[in-house]
């Protein structure tokens, strides 16, 4: 059974960072893509970041352009975003993803951790 966690999220100022990792585990599961989605209060989940695990290629959404970076360990099946200048716009509750083919969510998510951004 394929199973994603999530650690790192919290309460942070304007112009702060975080960094959020997330850790897979089940039985032969590397995904080719892996990522992150948000979902803030009353709006419909959004891409964040994916990278693949082939090249390492990322992908971002425009909001977070130049401010937040993903990362990836083949050998550990993790994930991580660091997330630098961050906004109250970015307040959020972040999700691993893995499995899918950008633009897309794959089905494998985690449980979800909360940023919240102060102004």
Do not use: H
């Not at 112009?15 to 419909?44: D, H, V």
Request: glycine share 14%.
């Amino acid at each position: 059974q394929v199973q994603l966690v999530e650690s790192g999220g919290g309460l942070v100022q304007t112009g702060g960072s975080l960094r959020l990792s997330c850790s897979a585990s089940g039985r032969m599961f590397n995904p080719s893509l892996m990522g992150w989605f948000r979902q803030a209060p009353g709006k419909e989940r959004e891409f964040v970041a994916a990278i693949s695990r082939i090249g390492g290629k990322t992908y971002y959404a425009d909001s977070v352009k130049g401010r937040f970076t993903i990362s990836r360990d083949n050998a550990k099946i993790t994930v991580s975003l660091q997330m630098n200048s961050l906004k109250p716009e970015d307040t959020a509750v972040y999700y691993c993803n893995a499995g899918g083919s950008f633009p897309e969510p794959g089905d494998y998510w985690g449980q979800g951790t909360q940023v919240t951004v102060s102004s």
